[in-house]
Nanobody, 114 residues
Framework: QLVESGGGLVQAGGFLRLSCVAS????????MGWYRQAPGKQRELVAAITSGGSTNYADSVKGRFTISRDNAKNTVYLQMNSLKPEDTAVYYC??????????WGQGTQVTVSS
């Protein structure tokens, strides 16, 4: 199970930090990441982190978003700075766990006003 939190309404240029708490140990992952889906658009990968700590980002968020992991808390974070209206979407946490396979969170809404 993955449970996201931290979404909300923010003005352009502002910041938010999303959290994703996993019921499985984040030591035992192949990868975890954040996806987002805006109305009328396909779900897209925003950021991901591997078991070894390597990260990758969508071009649209590079330099603004940072994904990180706290294994002691089984939590993955997405720090989002310099938010833009086009970042408005439902953000989903995703994890590919060695024991249970792929899990998705329920999603958290991020709305950036101009």
């Amino acid at each position: 199970q993955l449970v996201e939190s931290g979404g909300g309404l923010v003005q352009a240029g502002g910041f938010l930090r999303l959290s994703c708490v996993a019921s499985e140990s984040t030591f035992s992952i192949y990868a975890m990441g954040w996806y987002r889906q805006a109305p009328g658009k396909q779900r897209e990968l925003v950021a991901a982190i591997t078991s070894g700590g390597s990260t990758n980002y969508a071009d649209s968020v590079k330099g603004r978003f940072t994904i990180s992991r706290d294994n002691a808390k089984n939590t993955v974070y997405l720090q989002m700075n310099s938010l833009k209206p086009e970042d408005t979407a439902v953000y989903y946490c995703y994890g590919n766990f060695m024991r249970v396979g792929a899990l998705w969170g329920q999603g958290t809404q991020v709305t950036v006003s101009s």
